[in-house]
């Protein structure tokens, strides 16, 4: 509809502005009493020597359609008042007809590849790691929204030097049993202790430099034990995206690619991009330090991998783009990766995105990773999840199932603290703030949810074809939000963007509140139907954010 008002508006002005140009100049009055939607007559003042007024008059006399209530001239500006009764007809018929399909766009052929969440094995999942988890998860639901195939690959960090330490580690002082029991955090701990002790006796580096080329020599030895270690690692990691509710089409990661860099590094001499430089290979680039292709004693490296990725997907997938979901720490190695394919001659490296997030503080400061300080991912999970259950036992003791809601409350809360910040800022952790039924949480948005849930559950559906009457101003902001939802998705995904979806679920969920807080929405009256129906709207509308989101919307809580 707002599309419509912006192609009268275009035509009322002789198409001297295009319908982009109108988009652009368009503004919402922060005063509803303005009116939907202003239009500013400053710019086509300049382009015409007239003054704004009187240009603003001239359209608001020209301008008609029967989506536009009312116009009114104020100061240079045509503010306009929408036809609310042929909107909320069409807003509500819309979404009544299309359910969860709502602000879908049609399947297309496109696929994108998302590189996302990626932990390292044996070592413990990070928030870090959750971030892009979240994010990741979220991009690739808004990509299928929008029409495209989203491809999830988990790159687990399964190959590197730290597997030679790790298994002289474990030769030294490796306990089976206890691995069996809790591996990663068994690992971990010879892990650590092999660079303390490192630190006194550099054999211990030699060693573990050793044991890595074994084990990229194929080393029957060295292999089983990496073997073991991504196994017992892999299936912690396991539990933990189920928790979450994520799915992964793939879990190649590092290692996958061991047969596959060969060819790319014979590429790259072929095209006579690789240069010896102190015995090593390297790629030179334009302003950025060289990226690294091939150590001294032949061992490739993080970045060898993730160009034999790179084609490996593209020639898979033939994806029109393919995302990483990765920290702000790693742009630079992003930033050589897609220059290396680049200077190859492939123009595809233009499709290669790096979608970088920000940190996760704790108290304003860096969770640190070293000294054995990690916040553990698994940890605040349990930690969320029990604190819903204690919310849950106070509110609602009589609820049926109290664990499953607490589940899907704990990790929605965790889940939508980081998704509702700009991806590029770093986030505060606050279990408190998180969990706030009152605050910018997903509690509060799934109380709503809950809350309409039980209003549905007592009365008889409305169903369409209906007509639907209008529900005065309360509610009026309700159905212009609701029409914004498609163009939301929209512009999350092209702009990789998973914050524009939580916080429209925020907005709507206040609006509704709101109106609420001063209307009885059981009540035998006229517009009892039209405020049914729009109570299932806001339901469909939330929930399905919500899901976009990777947060479950329970019925009851
Ligand atoms: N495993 C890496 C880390 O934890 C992230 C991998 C990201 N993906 C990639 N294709 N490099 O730092």
């Known amino acids: 509809?707002?599309?419509?008002?912006?192609?009268?508006?275009?035509?009322?002005?002789?198409?001297?502005?295009?319908?982009?140009?109108?988009?652009?100049?368009?503004?919402?009055?922060?005063?509803?009493?303005?009116?939907?939607?202003?239009?500013?007559?400053?710019?086509?003042?300049?382009?015409?020597?007239?003054?704004?007024?009187?240009?603003?008059?001239?359209?608001?006399?020209?301008?008609?359609?029967?989506?536009?209530?009312?116009?009114?001239?104020?100061?240079?500006?045509?503010?306009?008042?929408?036809?609310?009764?042929?909107?909320?007809?069409?807003?509500?018929?819309?979404?009544?007809?299309?359910?969860?399909?709502?602000?879908?766009?049609?399947?297309?052929?496109?696929?994108?590849?998302?590189?996302?969440?990626?932990?390292?094995?044996?070592?413990?999942?990070?928030?870090?790691?959750?971030?892009?988890?979240?994010?990741?998860?979220?991009?690739?639901?808004?990509?299928?929204?929008?029409?495209?195939?989203?491809?999830?690959?988990?790159?687990?960090?399964?190959?590197?030097?730290?597997?030679?330490?790790?298994?002289?580690?474990?030769?030294?002082?490796?306990?089976?049993?206890?691995?069996?029991?809790?591996?990663?955090?068994?690992?971990?701990?010879?892990?650590?202790?092999?660079?303390?002790?490192?630190?006194?006796?550099?054999?211990?580096?030699?060693?573990?430099?050793?044991?890595?080329?074994?084990?990229?020599?194929?080393?029957?030895?060295?292999?089983?034990?990496?073997?073991w270690f991504r196994e017992v690692s892999l299936e912690e990691f396991q539990a933990i995206y189920q928790l979450l509710g994520i799915p992964f089409d793939s879990f190649a990661g590092e290692a996958f690619y061991n047969d596959k860099m060969a060819s790319v590094v014979q590429e790259l001499e072929d095209k006579h991009l690789l240069v010896e430089s102190d015995g090593a290979y390297v790629v030179e680039l334009e302003q950025m330090p060289p990226c690294l292709i091939k150590k001294t004693d032949g061992a490739t490296l993080y970045a060898t991998r993730d160009l034999a990725a790179a084609f490996y997907r593209k020639q898979q997938y033939q994806p029109q783009k393919i995302f990483y979901v990765v920290g702000n720490e790693q742009t630079l190695h992003f930033q050589q990766l897609f220059q290396v394919i680049h200077k190859m001659g492939y123009d595809w490296a233009q499709h290669l995105q790096h979608i970088p997030f920000g940190m996760i503080l704790k108290d304003g400061k860096k969770m640190s990773t070293r000294k054995g300080k990690v916040v553990l991912l698994a940890d605040v999970l349990r930690e969320a999840i029990a604190t819903a259950k204690r919310n849950i036992e106070e509110k609602n003791p009589m609820l049926d199932n109290p664990d499953e809601v607490a589940k899907q409350v704990g990790v929605g809360a965790v889940i939508f603290n980081d998704l509702k910040h700009d991806r590029l800022h770093d986030i505060d952790f606050s279990l408190e703030q998180m969990m706030n039924f009152e605050g910018e949480t997903a509690p509060y948005i799934q109380y709503t949810y809950a809350r309409i849930s039980s209003i549905l559950r007592k009365v008889a559906p409305v169903s369409t074809p209906a007509t639907f009457e209008v529900l005065g101003s309360h509610a009026w902001p309700i159905i212009l939000w609701l029409e914004q939802f498609p163009k939301t998705v929209g512009y999350a995904y092209e702009q990789a963007d998973p914050s524009q979806i939580a916080k429209y679920a925020l907005q709507l969920a206040r609006y509704f509140n709101k109106y609420y807080a001063q209307q009885k929405i059981v009540a035998e009256d006229a517009l009892f139907s039209t405020r049914i129906a729009l109570c299932q709207c806001v339901a469909i509308v939330l929930a399905e954010a919500l899901a976009l989101l990777g947060i479950a919307a329970p019925q009851e809580m």
């Not at 999942?125 to 029409?147: C, Y």
């Not at 211990?204 to 060295?222: C, P, Q, S, T, Y």
């Open 1 to 227: 509809m707002q599309a419509q008002i912006i192609q009268s508006i275009v035509t009322a002005l002789d198409r001297q502005l295009t319908e982009q140009e109108v988009q652009q100049l368009v503004e919402k009055p922060k005063n509803v009493a303005l009116g939907d939607l202003a239009f500013p007559c400053f710019t086509l003042a300049k382009k015409l020597k007239k003054s704004p007024n009187v240009i603003a008059i001239e359209l608001q006399k020209k301008l008609q359609g029967d989506t536009i209530q009312e116009s009114q001239v104020v100061g240079g500006y045509v503010n306009i008042f929408f036809n609310q009764s042929m909107m909320t007809q069409q807003v509500l018929q819309t979404i009544m007809a299309e359910q969860h399909q709502y602000g879908a766009k049609s399947k297309t052929q496109e696929r994108v590849v998302i590189d996302f969440s990626s932990p390292n094995i044996a070592k413990p999942f990070s928030m870090g790691h959750l971030r892009s988890t979240v994010i990741g998860n979220a991009l690739a639901n808004i990509a299928e929204k929008n029409g495209l195939t989203a491809v999830r690959i988990n790159h687990l960090g399964d190959w590197g030097t730290q597997f030679g330490k790790l298994i002289v580690a474990y030769q030294r002082w490796g306990n089976q049993q206890a691995i069996e029991a809790s591996p990663i955090e068994e690992l971990l701990k010879i892990y650590v202790r092999f660079h303390e002790e490192a630190e006194q006796d550099d054999v211990l580096n030699e060693e573990a430099r050793v044991a890595f080329k074994a084990l990229e020599d194929g080393d029957e030895e060295a292999l089983a034990l990496w073997q």
